[in-house]
């Protein structure tokens, strides 16, 4: 199961394996991106 969260300034993903973080992701959103609705974001 990937966990992730979107706000309007970053996107932030964990891929987690047994209960442990496996790969973190973390994204800051440009100026325009801001705009798109948490779903397509």
């Excluded at 987690?16 to 992701?25: K, L, W």
Aim: overall charge negative; some cysteine; proline content about 5%.
């Amino acid at each position: 199961m990937i966990e992730c969260d979107a706000s309007i300034i970053r996107i932030e993903t964990v891929l987690p394996q047994e209960s442990h973080p496996v790969v973190f992701y973390s994204e800051k959103l440009i100026k325009s991106q801001r705009k798109y609705i948490t779903y397509e974001l």
